[in-house]
T-cell receptor, first 114, second 113 residues
Framework: QQQVKQSPQSLIVQKGGISIINCAYE??????FPWYQQFPGKGPALLIA?????SEKKEGRFTISFNKSAKQFSLHIMDSQPGDSATYFCAAILDQTGANNLFFGTGTRLTVIP | EAQVTQNPRYLITVTGKKLTVTCSQN?????MSWYRQDPGLGLRQIYYSMNVEVTDKGDVPEGYKVSRKEKRNFPLILESPSPNQTSLYFC????????????FGSGTRLTVV
């Protein structure tokens, strides 16, 4: 059972446009919601993360919007650039036992067209 | 440089031949974990370790073993690999408590024929 559902599976955006990736979860015990960026041949790298008591977090062109009541969160990439072309994973961390378990979405392959 | 090092990067093996994928981190992290990445499924946790000699199953542990005899090393062992274990494997580490800054290795692409 997928703990975190992610959409779309793939996304094509023109340079300068806004890329939006959505995720949903069911388990209200999740403690943190990070986003990871993965380039071909590399491991995922932390991009930005948010706590569930915050509705929005912005770092440069990347913004997480968090809707606790709807159990949804999304990543917005403003002014998308070809260098942003990568696979993006949303995730959720469950730390009830101190195990720091990380649950990933299925990934979104973003292509930014010049 | 702070990093997680996995070896080998690529491995082709035959069904039933035992293999080990090594993972080492130089950040003194307590928490280490193994994931497999498959198309359309994202990353799924295989095993994790909260500290030396403390390991536990993740979501997809069948067919895998791990050990954590030293803090820095967390090898993944496939005693009798099967074709359904063909996948891209990642090792990751983090500080233990409430830290979402997982550091991932570069991956090991395993093919079992």
């Amino acid at each position: 059972q997928q703990q975190v559902k992610q959409s779309p599976q793939s996304l094509i955006v023109q340079k300068g446009g806004i890329s939006i990736i959505n995720c949903a979860y069911e388990n209200t015990a999740f403690d943190y919601f990070p986003w990871y960026q993965q380039f071909p041949g590399k491991g995922p790298a932390l991009l930005i993360a948010i706590r569930p008591d915050v509705s929005e977090k912005k770092e440069g062109r990347f913004t997480i919007s968090f809707n606790k009541s709807a159990k949804q969160f999304s990543l917005h990439i403003m002014d998308s650039q070809p260098g942003d072309s990568a696979t993006y994973f949303c995730a959720a961390i469950l730390d009830q036992t101190g195990a720091n378990n990380l649950f990933f979405g299925t990934g979104t392959r973003l292509t930014v067209i010049p | 440089e702070a990093q997680v090092t996995q070896n080998p990067r690529y491995l082709i093996t035959v069904t039933g031949k035992k293999l080990t994928v090594t993972c080492s981190q130089n950040m003194n992290h307590e928490y280490m974990s193994w994931y497999r990445q498959d198309p359309g499924l994202g990353l799924r946790q295989i095993y994790y370790s909260m500290n030396v000699e403390v390991t536990d199953k993740g979501d997809v542990p069948e067919g895998y073993k791990v050990s954590r005899k030293e803090k820095r090393n967390f090898p993944l062992i496939l005693e009798s690999p099967s074709p359904n274990q063909t996948s891209l494997y990642f090792c990751a580490s983090s500080e233990r408590q409430f830290n979402y800054g997982y550091t991932f290795g570069s991956g090991t692409r395993l093919t079992v024929v």
